[in-house]
């Protein structure tokens, strides 16, 4: 069985990694089942938080103001993996960030992975919620600061080895990991005319820019910029 991994959990701006940007990483490395070390650090998105995200993470605008962004970062997270395997509540999501980070950054990234929460669903009883805290309160595991990314990368850590000491020995297979299916590809920043193109839209139609428009790619800038067209017409 494995047990030797990093766990790790992100705080987003939202849902779609494709649209949404990383504000938290917390992450533990761990071997035969001892914390090793920790790796943690709050992101600048480039945009403003919107009021769900602040109240769901108590993460603010203010914490972030003065934090790196997720290029100058993500090196050093996938440095600290080591080229172990993540494990996550569903880590397909957390995957996909990190990968878009480190495709962005030049660094071709592939990796095998855990999901805590196709195990909740293999072992828990079907009435009962699988989300991470709902697993953790089933299995008696403290879940520290839940929607905080280093507490939530130990409450997963800590469900799965609660999981594999109860199950591990019966089902040894469920607790492999497996390879890990994310396909992107390195995004160009966005063009000098098209941050012109925004920067006139905004200041014609008397619009606060939503986001940090010199740190767009191409496919942002665009979709930005359909959507002020959708919303209040051309110039």
Request: charged share 30%.
């Amino acid at each position: 069985m494995t047990n030797s991994y990093v766990a790790v959990d992100l705080e987003t701006t939202g849902l779609d990694p494709k649209m949404e940007k990383i504000t938290e990483i917390g992450a533990i490395r761990v071997r035969d089942g001892v914390v090793e070390k920790e790796f943690h650090t709050l992101v600048n998105p480039r945009r403003p938080l919107s009021e769900r995200i602040v109240e769901l993470t108590g993460i603010t605008d203010e914490m972030v103001a003065d934090c790196p962004d997720v290029g100058e970062v993500i090196g050093g997270f996938l440095e600290f993996c080591e080229g172990l395997p993540l494990l996550g509540h569903r880590i397909l999501f957390d995957y996909s960030f990190l990968k878009r980070a480190a495709v962005n950054s030049g660094v071709e990234w592939e990796r095998d992975g855990i999901d805590t929460l196709v195990l909740s669903r293999i072992f828990m009883p079907a009435e009962e919620k699988k989300t991470l805290p709902s697993a953790c309160r089933f299995y008696g595991v403290d879940t520290g600061v839940s929607h905080r990314a280093l507490s939530d990368a130990y409450a997963a850590h800590f469900l799965y080895q609660t999981l594999m000491e109860r199950y591990g020995e019966a089902n040894p297979e469920r607790f492999l990991e497996k390879r890990l299916i994310y396909k992107v590809k390195r995004e160009q920043p966005a063009s000098k005319r098209q941050k012109e193109r925004l920067q006139e839209l905004l200041k014609y139609h008397k619009i606060e820019a939503p986001v940090q428009i010199d740190y767009l790619s191409r496919n942002e800038a665009s979709r930005l910029t359909d959507q002020i067209l959708a919303r209040y017409g051309r110039m």
